[in-house]
């Protein structure tokens, strides 16, 4: 296949003429081949499918036997995948959950340091005032009935 032309040289460098001469022919060559190709494949598939109706049956069979192994195989994949995705997300959750706690106690550490007041320090505080206040409310009571029981009945009529 492989022809040897021979190439006249000047100066170092091939003659134009003979170069395109060399490339014609290759390329020439190499689409040959690939109608070859394509017409020996061609007379192949024609002689397989016309002379041989069982070749074509057993294809068929060996189609579906392989379709039904691989859909069990496909569903035994599946179901792997999903005990391993349900597990990854089981381990997911616990990481989260520690990361919430692990954020939490450093950024209690941090406000505790800078004595900044926590949530519940406030919520404790609110129930304290709250209870001041109904103290102080029923002291205000208290005082008021005293006031108006030490008054004398002139002063309780003038009012």
Sequence with gaps: MAEQVETVVEN?????????????????KTFMVGLGTVGLAQDEL????EGSS???NKLEERGESMSDSGRERLNKQRETLNH????????????STKANESFEKASGAVLKSANVPTSEDVQTLS?????LNRKVDKLRKEQQEMAAAKATPEEAAQE
């Design 12 to 28: 170092g460098q091939e003659n134009g003429a003979n170069v395109f001469t060399r490339v014609g022919n290759m390329a020439v």
């Design 46 to 49: 024609k002689k397989i499918w």
């Design 54 to 56: 069982t070749f074509v």
């Design 84 to 95: 391993q995705v349900e597990s990854r997300q089981g381990q997911v959750k616990e990481l």
């Design 127 to 131: 129930k304290q005032i709250d209870s």
